[in-house]
Every structure is written in C-alpha cells, then in structure tokens.
Nanobody, 115 residues
Framework: QVQLVESGGGLVQPGGSLRLSCAAS????????MAWYRQAPGKQRELVALITTGAGTTYADPVKGRFTISRDNAKNTVYLQMNSLKPEDTAVYYCNAHRTSYNYWGQGTQVTVSS
C-alpha cells in the first residue's frame, strides 16, 4: 500500500510558475513509476508527465517544454515544476504511483491559472 500526499497548488497568474510535490509513504518508493495527471472541470483525467523507476520521462504535448517532472528517491517525493502557466492548465492535479497491477492515487491539489 502506498499513500500519496500532494502539495504546492494554488492560484497563479498566466506566465507564472508553481512547483507541485507529492510525498509517498507506506512502501518502497523507488520501485514505482510515478506520474502526474490532471482533471479540468467537465473533462476526463489526463496524463501530464511520467517518470519511470530509471528516471526516464514522458510529457503530454500541451506541457512539453514548460513542465518538468523529477523524483528524489531519498525523500520519497516526486515533483512537477510548472513554468509559463496558461489558463488552460487550470485543473486538479493528481499524483500517481504504479507498477505491475498496483496503482495508487493522491487526493489531488488545485491549480488555478487566472489574472
């Protein structure tokens, strides 16, 4: 069992930056692939970024070049650095940990991009 707690969301103006954090507990963090998803009102949850156990990364096209996912296995934490934020980035952002048949979610953190 893995518990995930996100933090770092908030209100930011267009063009601004935020750094989301996701702290994991309850299992060996380093064996899980980690990801950030987001869900905007009225839309399906979508993958934002993924980082594998080997630190390989994948990004959704809308965030490429603006967002960076990273992980610190010593701190059991995954991060999402978000730069050049746009109003369309407004959503609840969820942390995800997965491996084989195991899949865990955090409770989500709200990110609102508005002037």
């Amino acid at each position: 069992q893995v518990q995930l707690v996100e933090s770092g969301g908030g209100l930011v103006q267009p063009g601004g930056s935020l750094r989301l954090s996701c702290a994991a507990s309850g299992s060996i963090f380093s064996i899980y692939h980690m990801a950030w998803y987001r869900q905007a009102p009225g839309k399906q949850r979508e993958l934002v970024a993924l980082i594998t156990t080997g630190a390989g990364t994948t990004y959704a096209d809308p965030v490429k070049g603006r967002f960076t996912i990273s992980r610190d296995n010593a701190k059991n934490t995954v991060y999402l650095q978000m730069n050049s934020l746009k109003p369309e980035d407004t959503a609840v952002y969820y942390c995800n940990a997965h491996r084989t048949s195991y899949n865990y979610w955090g409770q989500g953190t709200q990110v609102t991009v508005s002037s």
